[in-house]
């Protein structure tokens, strides 16, 4: 018998599941988060330690799922100074590097840009060798002015070498104190959109290393010697290395964790799962208990990638939300109170009408501290202009309407599925949806992603382009296979665990004969 801790840290609140080896619930709580995370997250792993009254020494596991990455890009705080090397001369310089990064993103990171002359086609000819006293030179003008380096090269997805080259010498002349980051190991195909999530995975190097030490320290003061992981945006693991390496794959880890987590607790594997917080509703896919991918480019701190990202949608209606009538007429939003709801939300003292306001008057929920029903429905009668009763029924009219919204841009065909609710906020969720077959509330809801974290499995995937006329596509697809098998089992997944996720080949337009194969293989921990 082992346990393990699965904790999720959210804007609001970090939460914490404790489970049995066998993915039972034996304790969970929603902590407050902190203005530093790591008292949040010794504060939730603390009180599931404390409530499931398990010996420290069973606890074999904790799995964090965190939003430090994307709040460090969304706020710019703690990035790191980075230099990027682009490998594709004479080719590919009418776009430069960064072009479409938002302008105090590129003020901030772009001092150190740089092309060189190299990069492959995508059947491997040499667009031009790779020139070293040019590589050389552009590095020395980097050196002691930079933290960490992105290199992209022209389709190094299918030949990385020089990647790889360029990164030698740059150990070699920035020293081993600069992190590299290699464009083949992190995005897609496309050059421009692999490159931007290079230099981002660059760019977080520090805040990573800074959260793997605080997660490390907090686990220790615990007295807890368990091993530790990190969640991917693909609803598997990572160890701690790993996410140093490619912090920027962390992002969006929370949507994916309460996807996964709603599925297992509701026992649903393909449906879509409407996740409730204090600001926003995230709608997303479930397809074998795992989050659909989206297949569009996607937009971190207001930079395109082209990195696995789970596919959501997002609507500005949570716990938080503010709600205004004008004319008559309710509007929800989009703004919110987010955690501020005990400061300013009208059923606590405060003057904001929010969400949750509508359901504290309808003893729909119960939060401590708030006024009482009947002086509730009074005041919010003031608000409004009309009959409680009426001010409610328009504001669930806009949730269902909202939300009904979020699942239709989900659905891909007209048949009815599965919706699945989880998150603090799932009290807010209409009983029917239009569209959806049924709409399931499990039990655990509120903990959604803290579970999701905690049963997450090790995962690993890889892709490479082939020219069919002149390779054997199944050969190239056996070997692709076995390269990710093998980096699974090196990563600590049970062999006898492992299943494919995905084994895909692409045709690819306008280039006779290039298919893009990809394989995705996941597997349980070694216990």
């Avoid at 003020?107 to 020139?131: C, Q």
Wanted: proline share 3%; charged share 20%; glycine share 10%.
């Amino acid at each position: 018998m082992y346990y393990k801790i699965g904790v999720d840290v959210g804007g609001t609140n970090t939460d914490a599941v404790l489970v049995s080896h066998d993915n039972l619930i034996l304790a969970k709580t929603k902590q407050t988060t902190t203005l530093d995370v790591s008292n949040g997250i010794e504060n939730a792993i603390g009180k599931v330690i404390a409530d499931a009254k398990v010996p420290k020494q069973d606890i074999k596991y904790i799995m964090l799922g965190t939003t430090h990455c994307t709040n460090a890009l969304v706020e710019r705080k703690e990035l790191n100074k980075i230099g990027a090397i682009r490998i594709g001369l004479p080719a590919s310089s009418a776009i430069p590097t960064m072009t479409d990064f938002p302008k105090d993103l590129k003020t901030l990171l772009g001092k150190h840009i740089y092309m060189v002359h190299g990069g492959y086609e995508f059947d491997g000819r040499l667009i031009s060798p790779l020139n070293e006293q040019e590589v050389r030179d552009y590095l020395l003008q980097m050196k002691g002015a930079v933290e960490s380096l992105a290199i992209t090269g022209i389709f190094s997805k299918t030949l990385p070498d020089q990647e790889l080259q360029v990164a030698t010498w740059a150990k070699e002349i920035l020293g081993d104190a600069v992190r590299i980051s290699c464009s083949h190991q992190i995005g897609g195909l496309g050059l421009l959109e692999r490159e931007n999530a290079a230099i981002l995975n660059a760019a977080l190097q520090d805040v990573a290393s800074k959260m793997v030490k605080a997660f490390k320290d907090t686990v220790r003061r615990l007295g807890l010697s368990s091993q530790l992981f990190i969640g991917q945006n693909d609803g598997t693991l990572m160890s701690l290395e790993q996410s140093q390496d490619f912090p920027v794959l962390t992002i969006s880890s929370g949507p994916t964790n309460s996807i996964r987590g709603a599925g297992a607790l509701s026992g649903v594997a393909n449906g879509i799962v409407i996740d409730v917080g204090g600001t926003t509703s995230d709608g997303g896919v479930l397809v074998n208990y795992f989050p659909r991918e989206s297949t569009q480019a996607a937009q971190i701190g207001g930079v395109l990638t082209n990195f696995r990202m789970p596919d959501i949608v997002a609507v500005g209606i949570g716990g938080g939300t503010i709600v205004r009538f004008k004319d008559g007429k309710c509007h929800l939003g989009p703004d919110s109170v987010g955690y501020m709801l005990k400061e300013q939300g009208v059923a606590f003292g405060g003057h904001t009408l929010t969400l949750s306001d509508f359901f504290l008057a309808n003893d729909a929920l119960q939060i401590e501290g708030a006024l009482g029903i009947r002086s509730l429905k009074e005041t919010i009668e003031r608000i409004s202009g009309q009959a409680f009763s009426e001010a409610l029924a328009s504001v669930k009219y806009q949730i269902q309407l909202a939300i009904e919204s979020v699942v239709d841009k989900l659905k891909t065909d007209a048949a009815e599925i599965p919706v699945i609710a989880c998150g603090g906020g799932a009290f807010l969720l209409p009983k029917t949806i239009d569209g959806a077959s049924e709409v399931l509330f499990p039990e655990h809801l509120e903990v959604a992603n803290a579970f999701g974290a905690c049963i997450a499995q090790i995962g690993h995937e890889e892709e490479m382009v082939v020219n069919t006329l002149q390779s054997d596509e199944k050969q190239a697809m056996d070997k692709l296979m076995l390269t990710v098998r093998k980096a699974l089992l090196q990563n600590g997944a049970l062999e006898d665990s492992i299943k494919v996720l995905a084994k895909e080949s692409t045709p690819l337009a306008y280039l006779p004969g290039a298919v893009k194969l990809k394989v995705k293989l996941c597997g349980d921990l070694i216990t």
